[in-house]
């Protein structure tokens, strides 16, 4: 088959792309012909190399994955059944996993991450990690959505305890992420504001739901927000850049606000005056992925048709280099996506 892999760390020129072979099913897993394969800031941070985790060589990233069953064990998905995979792996058997949250299990793994992923023609995943797609679901929009919606789902309505009425301040609107947050945020009845950093993706924001919107270049983060909620703030931050917005997002919460955070693309060093943190009652919430039963419950939107993944352009497979050329340059909107 074809793959897109590197051998070793590096800039984009260091993803190849090679004829390898076909990976085979192990024993609960099955073989997808991959359709559609979504790019992820996680796939950067692989290729580049990261301090703390090993990424096996040569590796293929991508777990954001959209295709059709070549084989499944004891034949539960018919061979060219449209499905999207859930991009978390986990053990299914630790307390956590039984708990149903198996983003805390200490096994847990994304797709493509230590194990190898979408950028090739076929991946093999645990049979459990197949979510069968109506025909209206294009692959490119399946194989946008998991990732994307399942951190923002998880963040939002776990981790924040989202309720209608709330107003949320979405950084990075852009963004996988962003985007995905604005529209969940949205649908659950929150007043969203977003910021970006170019006006174009402001006026894209306000389409997906942004009731009012922020350049985070040229204005003053807080002191906007402050102006659009009389003075109060926001009840709730979607964070995921870092050093470079941190200390702004924590000036935009209202007393007894949530900050909940799932990344750090400009940076991971912060810091907090703990007479702030107490006195104005705040909680720092971290997030990772979310749960399989998340994803299923916001694929019910996909399906209706309520939520939609933007998707920023579409290249095919061999072309992965100029890709991730195209997500590093934080000119999209929405998701990259390959097409296999
Ligand atoms: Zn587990």
């Known amino acids: 088959m074809k793959a897109v892999r590197f051998h070793a760390h590096g800039g984009a020129d260091v993803l190849r792309y090679e004829e390898i072979p076909e990976p085979l ?4 897993e099955a073989l997808v012909r991959v359709r559609a ?15 703390r985790v090993k990424i096996p ?3 293929i990233s991508g777990a954001d994955v959209a295709g059709e069953v070549e084989y499944s064990p004891d034949g ?10 859930q991009p978390g ?10 708990d149903g949250r198996d983003n805390e299990c200490p096994k847990y793994d994304v797709l493509g991450y230590r194990s190898d992923g979408g950028y090739a023609e076929y991946v093999r995943v645990p049979v459990q990690n197949l979510i069968a797609i109506p025909d209206a679901i294009s692959f490119i929009e399946a194989a946008a959505f998991p990732l994307a919606f399942l951190t923002a789902w998880h963040m939002l309505i776990t981790r924040a305890r989202l309720r209608a009425g709330d107003d949320v301040l979405v950084l990075g609107a852009g963004s996988g992420v962003g985007q995905a947050a604005i529209q969940v945020a949205w649908r659950h009845g929150a007043r969203v504001f977003a910021t970006a950093g170019a006006d174009e993706k402001l006026a894209k924001a306000r389409q997906l739901g942004a009731y009012e919107v922020i350049n985070h270049e040229t204005e003053d983060l807080p002191a906007r927000v402050r102006e659009f909620t009389n003075g109060r703030g ?4 979607v964070e995921h850049v870092g050093t470079a917005t941190w200390d702004r997002s924590l000036k935009c919460l209202v007393r007894g606000g949530r900050l909940v955070t799932c990344g750090a693309t400009s940076g991971h060093d912060a810091s907090i005056d703990l007479r702030v943190l107490f006195t104005r009652q705040l909680s720092l919430l971290g997030s990772y992925m979310g749960r399989k ?18 998707v920023d352009r579409t290249y095919p497979l061999a072309e992965a280099a100029e890709a991730h050329r195209r997500l590093e340059s934080r000119q999209s909107f929405g998701k990259i996506v390959l097409v296999v």
């Open 234 to 237: 926001v009840d709730v931050v």
């Open 25 to 28: 099913a192990g024993p609960g």
């Open 76 to 85: 539960e998905f018919a061979p060219g059944r449209r499905v999207m995979l």
């Open 37 to 51: 394969c979504a790019l992820n800031h996680l796939d950067l941070w692989q290729r580049r190399g990261l301090e």
């Open 57 to 59: 060589f040569p590796h």
């Open 293 to 310: 039963a998340e994803l299923l419950r916001a694929t019910q939107f996909l399906f209706a048709g309520e939520l939609r993944p933007v």
């Open 89 to 98: 792996l986990s053990c299914g058997r630790c307390a956590a996993c039984l």
